[in-house]
């Protein structure tokens, strides 16, 4: 694990999280690259749920995943013919879902406890490693990983 690596939470969906998860990789942006070419491999990638499914699910307001990118570069599937999202792929670890709300006053990136959900709504940014830890250790992930020996 280098200790350039730089931390990001993506505000995706739950349904869509379980996809990626399954999938090992993310989207951003409603599949769009612009944002996903700032990720590196080794980086930390956090998933904030504000909402059950995309379209029509009940609030969640969670942190739902937690990974390290893997992938060196985006790369374009083809969902259907008028859909071609980019992705990168990430290695997502065991971690304990939890509650936004309560970490609130202990996240730097959250300026206005007031209306905390703010910051969430640039769908994927970048986030002090302090910050990341926090949100990590909430989920019973220890950051940063150890590096492999």
Known sequence: MSTTARCWVNTVSLDHVRRGVAG??????????????????????????????FQGGEPLQQFTALGVVRG??????????????WRVDVDFLPAQPTAAR???????FVTDPGRWGLPFRRGLFEVPQSDFATIAAAMTVTWPLAAAS
């Open 24 to 53: 090992g990789f993310t989207q951003a942006d409603h599949g769009a690259r612009t944002r996903l070419q700032q990720l590196r491999p080794g980086d930390g990638l956090v998933f904030y749920s504000p909402r059950t499914a």
């Open 72 to 85: 060196e570069e985006p790369y374009q599937v083809e969902m259907s013919s008028d859909f071609r999202p």
């Open 102 to 108: 309560p970490l609130v006053g202990r996240l730097s």
